[in-house]
């Protein structure tokens, strides 16, 4: 059954009706109180992540890294972790791999470098 509000211009509202009523959500007046009770419970599923959570120690290498996305990973299953919260710590992870692969180039060409001032002053 269609909404039975009208609009300012005279049209019917397109919108269903609510079960067991002659309006839709919007026109029945009952939008801000289930916002409300939406509101309430997400805050209560904030809630409830917070003393859920365990302490994570920072990965410092890629296999610490590999290691925490399976960690998470058979969390999520377990769903001992929210999803929302495993996505957050995997959209964390990628720029941490970056930057620890960045790093590790950079040293690995530090080394070579190096190797290479010391073999110009062996051969002169």
Avoid: W, Y
């Amino acid at each position: 059954m269609r909404c039975s509000a009208m609009s300012g211009s005279g049209r019917r509202c397109k919108a269903q009706a609510l079960r067991g009523h002659k309006r839709c959500l919007l026109h029945s007046g009952r939008a801000k109180e289930l916002g409300r009770r939406g509101a309430a419970m997400t805050q209560q599923r904030r809630i409830l992540r917070k003393r859920t959570l365990k302490a994570l120690r920072p990965p410092k290498t890629a296999t610490d890294v590999v290691t925490l996305i399976g960690t998470i990973m058979g969390e999520l299953r377990t769903k001992e972790i929210d999803v929302s919260v495993a996505n957050s710590i995997f959209f964390a992870l990628n720029p941490l791999l970056k930057a620890m692969d960045a790093s590790s180039m950079e040293e690995r060409l530090a080394r070579l470098e190096e190797k290479a001032g010391l073999r110009e002053q062996v051969l002169q």
